[in-house]
């Protein structure tokens, strides 16, 4: 079940991204959903066949797109020889299709006088579509193709009529497979995820869905890789599950992008075929291209409404939205490059690149290059904050570049520029849904303590943020007064209640193994030790316990470069609270019977929220020794915990604690994992095996690993 807020949430999303697309169903919609800009397509070739004709009063006339009339809409509306032919065509070629008298005038009045669904200013004509033909007597006068004027009532010539028809019937049959190729690309990678998370609903405890798990859902494609980096940094391994998904819209984009071309010759706009199919290819990809834009900009948000209404992780989203966004890539430099081609070799380059929505396309692919080579695993991992700035400015320019290079070339035609309009609001919704969270948050004043001896950790205490215990949840905070000059900067970390923390009225007592036997820590030994005796001092605000506010929220952060080790400079800081937000869906390991933790230095900071929410855990923690500061600062958490084992300079054995586990007889086992890479992935590949070795045992695994 939604809670009443994330409820309230999906209903603001769609509500608008509906708002979005209302225009998908207005007369200037998609083509062939339902829009047809040259229905009925036998009168537009009239009209197309006889408009750029001179006429008595043309006077130089107007450029819509890549056309130039050489005729002004006052002129069209005036001129008799043009509007009775015009009639006289229509009414005859368009005998056998029979259109009604009402879409004819619809026709004649949205088109006669210039295409007002392409944004052209025009005039009603003097005459209606009627009024024109009851003028019209039949024309004497057969043009040849080689006339350039139109004097009195004539004839159109067959062979230019059509090429007329030829082109139009063809553009609107191409327009309406690019969209509803699209929109079916669309539909699969949006409805995809509702899906599945439907299907692992209805299968809830069979065993085909852990039998499924084992085999697909955590397995990864290349070895034991996922959250650690693939050498060289090439990027990281997806899941199978996530291969699958990659792997399905890759190849329907392939498929639907090389099928169902045909060449209808003779053609107005292209002499040859083979410039026709290069003429629906730049079409086509450009279409999809803005078709894949608002789900682009979905995945790679942090208020993406699939996230609530699925069990999918954000960090899985943003693998996809990665894996979207190459897609995306190809499909413009394909637009780009066979554009280019064509332009060149039918000598209109030279005029064409001068236009603006030639120049917007330019803009618009260089800057989707860069930031397709630019947001590579080197940049994140070594200038997370150029490629973020880069990331934000580089995707406004692009749709602005998307929208300028759609309108200047066709106005409100085709409806690409409603995609421009959905992915705005996809955007717009996101950041607006953040700016909200840190306004609920309000401005705070956040205490800085330095731990351990070499003060390589510090602890952040928020005062009086009110929020659940509810496990598997993180937080973006900003610290804007120690980067004034980059106040948006912001860093992820883990939500620990600052309650969760606070001193037992009893000494806690943590066993430290000096082997890798995995005895019961609940049993006393002689490796057992008294953390409360072990505590270095702190330095801070926050060393006096009693200074400390049970009410808000701790975070722990490792000094590293940037902005966290600056953090360490001042024991106050300005702080802002973006959250919280769900790593993953944690209902089902808190629904298994036994849950274990398994920790590796600062990532014990994730699980702690799961102390406090299941009857039955077993933490098992491995810290370096230079980490020691953070097993005191945990002591009264780890207190709470019955069945513990900590690990103070030395590794677990993992393999062997799941073995036990499994020996126990636990029908079902959650296994909570945070820490480094390496720890995240052994762990899932550890699960993996136990899961298909021990068919008795169901196995439900989260990995909270901040490896976006």
Not at 27 to 34: C, Q
Not at 283 to 301: E, K, S
Not at 485 to 512: A, C, D, Q
């Amino acid at each position: 079940m939604l809670s009443s807020g994330t409820s309230l949430s999906v209903a603001l999303a769609l509500y608008c991204l509906t708002i979005s697309t209302t225009a998908f169903s207005t007369e200037w919609g998609l083509n062939g959903f339902p829009a047809n800009p040259y229905d009925p397509v036998c009168a537009t070739a009239c009209l197309r066949s006889f408009s750029s004709l001179d006429l008595s009063c043309s006077d130089g006339g107007v450029t819509v797109g890549m056309v130039t009339f050489a005729t002004s809409t006052e002129c069209f509306a005036h001129n008799a020889p043009f509007l009775t032919s015009v009639a006289w065509c229509a009414d005859s070629q368009c005998a056998e299709a029979k259109p009604s008298a009402a879409l004819m005038e619809y026709w004649w009045d949205m088109q006669i006088t210039g295409q007002k669904t392409a944004g052209v200013a025009t005039m009603p004509a003097m005459w209606t579509y009627a009024q024109a033909l009851a003028h019209a007597e039949a024309p004497a006068i057969q043009l040849m193709a080689m006339d350039t004027a139109l004097n009195v009532t004539s004839r159109v010539p067959s062979d230019v009529y059509e090429a007329q028809y030829n082109v139009l019937w063809s553009t609107q049959h191409q327009g309406t497979l690019m969209n509803k190729y699209g929109i079916i690309m669309l539909a699969i990678g949006f409805g995809l995820p509702l899906i599945i998370t439907w299907l692992s609903y209805i299968l809830g405890e069979a065993r085909l869905m852990a039998t499924l798990r084992a085999y697909i859902v955590w397995p990864s494609t290349i070895g034991s890789y996922h959250v650690r980096s693939l050498p060289y940094l090439i990027g990281k391994a997806p899941t199978i599950g996530q291969a699958l998904y990659i792997a399905l819209f890759l190849i329907l984009n392939i498929v639907l992008t090389s099928v169902s071309y045909q060449s209808k010759q003779p053609n107005a706009w292209n002499p040859t075929g083979k410039s026709e199919i290069m003429s629906y290819v730049l079409g086509r990809t450009g279409t999809l291209a803005y078709i894949f834009m608002p789900l682009l900009f979905l995945f790679g948000g942090r208020n993406n409404i699939l996230l609530w209404m699925t069990n999918w992780s954000h960090s899985t989203f943003l693998l996809l939205h990665r894996w979207i966004a190459r897609i995306f890539t190809v499909q413009v430099l394909v637009h780009s490059v066979v554009s280019l081609v064509k332009y060149v070799q039918n000598g209109m380059y030279g005029m064409e690149v001068k236009k603006p929505y030639w120049i917007w396309g330019i803009i618009a692919t260089l800057c989707v290059v860069v930031l397709c080579f630019g947001s590579g695993l080197y940049v994140r991992n070594n200038h997370y904050e150029v490629f973020l700035i880069m990331h934000v400015v580089l995707s406004i320019i692009i749709v602005v570049g998307c929208w300028y290079h759609a309108y200047d070339l066709y106005g409100l035609l085709g409806g690409y520029c409603y995609w421009i309009y959905a992915t705005s609001a996809v955007w717009a919704f996101d950041r607006g849904w953040r700016l909200l969270r840190i306004w609920s948050s309000g401005l705070r004043r956040a205490r800085v303590s330095h731990l351990g001896e070499e003060d390589s950790y510090i602890r952040v205490d928020i005062p009086g943020i009110r929020w659940s215990q509810k496990p598997g949840t993180h937080a973006y905070v900003y610290f804007p007064a120690l980067t004034p000059w980059r106040p948006w900067e912001n860093h992820p970390f883990s939500v620990i209640p600052t309650i969760m923390l606070r001193s037992p009225t009893s000494t806690g007592k943590v066993e430290y193994p000096a082997t890798q036997d995995d005895s019961h820590s609940s049993s006393v030994s002689e490796h057992n030790v008294d953390i409360e005796h072990k505590s270095p001092a702190r330095s801070g605000i926050a060393a006096v316990e009693g200074t400390r506010s049970p009410v808000g929220l701790t975070f722990f952060v490792r000094k590293s470069f940037g902005g966290t080790k600056a953090l360490s400079v001042r024991q106050e800081q300005l702080t802002l609270v973006e959250g919280p937000y769900a790593n993953n869906d944690s209902d089902h390991v808190l629904r298994c019977d036994r849950l274990l933790l398994i920790g590796g230095g600062i990532g014990i900071t994730a699980l702690v929220p799961f102390v406090a929410s299941h009857w039955n855990i077993k933490l098992c923690w491995s810290v370096k020794e230079s980490a020691r500061c953070l097993v005191d600062e945990l002591e009264g958490m780890l207190a709470n915990v019955n069945d513990k084992r900590v690990h103070v300079g030395s590794r677990m054995d993992i393999g062997s604690l799941l073995d036990k586990e499994v020996a126990e007889g636990w029908k079902k086992l959650g296994v909570v994992v945070s820490g480094p890479p390496s720890l995240c992935d052994d762990v899932r590949a550890l699960v993996v095996q136990k899961a298909k070795q021990n068919p008795t045992t169901t196995f439900e695994l989260e990995v909270e690993a901040y490896s976006w």
